[in-house]
């Protein structure tokens, strides 16, 4: 089985990189800074939490360390990069850290986006040209859902920026009354799990500079990883069944809610031994599981009677899934049952899912409604 798988400094603290540094009294350092050029990374070690920059000097690269006793963590606000030369965001650290819920009734109109990996432009276009961000990256989409369904990290250059995003993005969401909904992929639980074959070298370089594995920067020492590991595998919002990958058969075999699903999952994100004291998590994990699933699409295709097996065990009328590209465009199945909503973002052809009242359009960067051809 394959697991694809702060402001200021009230205390003083030495740090290290390689040797013992000087103890310095560090104010933060804003991003706007053209020489930052990765971060921030927020990492905890003990009763202390330290902001981490990456920055480059004509070419020769270094971390530039902040730090405050994580009683304070409260006070640190972040500035992050975007795509736009001297343009930022602030994120405010969350207070608190919950486990999502798996089931969202009632919800009319939601965006969906999936794959986005490291493409902060794309995802930022599509995000303002369909009304859910403004220029300044605030929250302008009401009491609508946002819905990430994976794979926004890996492969793209600008990972850190995406994730941050996101982040900042759901308490925005939750102050308006609206919701964001990050449905982790195969990409999230690999980087989770040490499984690093698609992300980009810079990353494992600039791990290298702050001495630590790439793993450890998805981690429970970090804060990035400990809201990550809050995070779902597969949701109901609305009427539709979103995952990354999709529901097999022998998934729907085990007839477990989602809210099962989810808590027997979550605590393996970070797993590395592959040794499941449940033994569904050997599917869960596997191919067959929500976030590696791609058999909607490929052969051997899944039958209609499985489809609508999964639509009845959720007490969905859809299903909406990224994972796999099947198409330059948003496309629908199975008799309007199932939609995919990965596409070719790297090549300038992004597309979101607009669902509003029970109507499904694709919509471009554009904010344009189109049609959405069958297959």
């Keep these: 089985m394959i697991k694809t798988n702060a402001i200021l400094f009230a205390t003083l603290f030495a740090f290290c990189i390689g040797q013992n540094a000087e103890v310095k009294n560090y104010p933060i350092k804003q991003a706007t800074d053209p020489t930052i050029i990765d971060g921030p990374y927020v990492l ?79 995802f930022r276009k599509l995000l303002q040209g369909n009304g859910v961000i403004d220029e300044n990256f605030n929250w302008t989409y009401g009491k609508d859902h946002l819905v990430l369904v994976g794979d926004f990290v890996d492969r793209g250059t600008m990972v850190t920026e995406v994730l941050w995003l996101i982040y900042s993005l759901e308490e925005k969401a939750k102050a308006a009354g609206g919701y964001v909904h990050y449905i982790l992929g195969n990409h999230e639980i690999m980087n989770m799990s040490d499984q690093l074959d698609y992300v980009q070298e810079r990353y494992i370089q600039h791990a290298q500079l702050m001495n630590k594995p790439y793993m450890q920067l998805f981690g429970q020492n970090s804060e990035i990883g400990r809201w990550l590991a809050t995070k779902n595998v597969i949701e109901r919002v609305g009427n539709t069944l979103f995952t990354h990958g999709g529901v097999s058969g022998y998934l729907n075999n085990l007839n477990i809610s989602l809210k099962v699903l989810n808590d027997i999952t979550r605590p393996f994100y970070t797993d590395t031994t592959y040794r499941y004291k449940d033994d569904r998590l050997d599917l869960i994990f596997s191919d067959f599981g929500p976030f590696w699933y791609r058999n909607y699409y490929k052969a051997p295709r899944a039958n209609p009677q499985q489809i609508d097996s999964t639509l009845d065990i959720y007490n969905v009328r859809s299903i909406t899934t990224g994972h796999t590209i099947i198409a330059n465009e948003i496309r629908s199945l199975y008799n309007g049952k199932v939609f995919n909503v990965d596409v070719h973002h790297a090549e300038g052809r992004s597309e979101a899912l607009l669902i509003d009242d029970g109507k499904f359009w694709r919509v471009n960067t554009a904010g344009e409604k189109l049609d959405i051809k069958p297959i």
Aim: hydrophobic share 35%.
């Design 44 to 122: 905890y070690d003990n009763d202390s939490v330290f902001v981490k920059y990456i920055e480059d000097n004509s070419g020769a690269k270094t971390v530039k360390t902040d730090g405050t006793p994580a009683a304070m963590k409260n006070n640190i606000t972040l500035q992050v990069n975007t795509d736009i030369p001297g343009k930022t965001f602030t994120v405010q650290l969350k207070q608190k850290l919950s486990d999502e819920k798996s089931e969202f009734k009632g919800i009319k109109k939601m965006l969906v986006i999936s794959d986005i990996e490291g493409n902060f432009e794309a």
